[in-house]
């Protein structure tokens, strides 16, 4: 398997430009995560899917972040607009409840500066 | 809110033993685990623990109680490539919602 795929690895954008991260889970896992990680807040859970459903989202900091899931294979997560404190690494994570277990796996990240 | 409580920095020497504290207070518990993350690199599990006691992997091992609201993570004959964050993260209900401490940054030392 090619574990948790996500794209861009690295962007660089100026304010208030939009900012779309994609992310695809692994086949067969029916949860995907979204995390955002910074030195000063740490891992920050944003917003989970079951099943392509949003299930919480109270981590989403405000109305300029959103997320989709419109199919099993494929998320993003858009920022519109951006701004410099946006700047994190943002994490895809997947797993599924089948096993026991229900280890999370997590994508390489996608590094997002903001200037 | 979710309070997930870890020091923020150890050191250590090769070959010796660390042991990495994590005490937690939460709205509910399903569950602790460990990951290991190494710099600029994505977090990668190590162990899971549900039930009171101590699970031994080898190099390491995770305990937990569950009354006291605490764990630890227990590496043994570190190694170099051992220099890593470590994060503990408590899965709160039965629905996979995974919250995360700030991590140890644990850096081993010849």
């Known amino acids: 398997d090619a574990g948790v795929i996500q794209s861009p690895r690295h962007e660089v954008t100026e304010m208030g430009q939009e900012v779309t991260l994609r992310c695809k889970p692994i086949s067969g896992h029916d949860y995907l995560f979204w995390y955002r990680q910074t030195m000063m807040r740490g891992l920050e859970l944003l917003i989970y899917f079951n099943n392509n459903v949003p299930i919480d989202d109270s981590g989403m900091p405000e109305d300029r972040f959103s997320a989709k899931m419109p199919n099993a294979s494929f998320s993003t997560l858009k920022i519109q607009p951006s701004e410099p404190r946006d700047s994190a690494v943002y994490f895809c994570?997947?797993?599924?409840?089948?096993?026991?277990?229900?280890?999370?796996?997590f994508g390489p990240g996608t590094r997002l500066t903001v200037l | 809110g979710q309070n997930i409580d870890q020091p923020t920095e150890m050191t250590a020497t090769e070959g010796a033993i660390v042991q990495i504290n994590c005490t937690y207070q939460?709205?509910?518990?399903?569950?602790l685990f460990w990951y290991q993350q190494h710099a600029g690199e994505a977090p990668t599990f190590l162990s899971y623990?549900?039930?009171?006691g101590l699970e031994e992997k080898g190099s390491f091992s995770s305990f937990i109680s569950r009354s006291k609201g605490y764990s630890y993570l227990l590496l043994k004959e570190l190694q170099m490539k051992d220099s890593a964050s470590y994060l503990c993260?408590?899965?709160?209900?039965?629905?996979?919602?995974?919250?995360f401490g700030a991590g140890t940054r644990l850096t081993v030392k010849p």
């Open positions: 623990n549900v039930l009171d």
């Open positions: 994570a997947s797993s599924t409840l089948a096993g026991g277990r229900d280890t999370q796996y």
């Open positions: 993260a408590v899965r709160l209900y039965n629905n996979n919602d995974m919250r």
């Open positions: 939460t709205s509910g518990f399903n569950g």
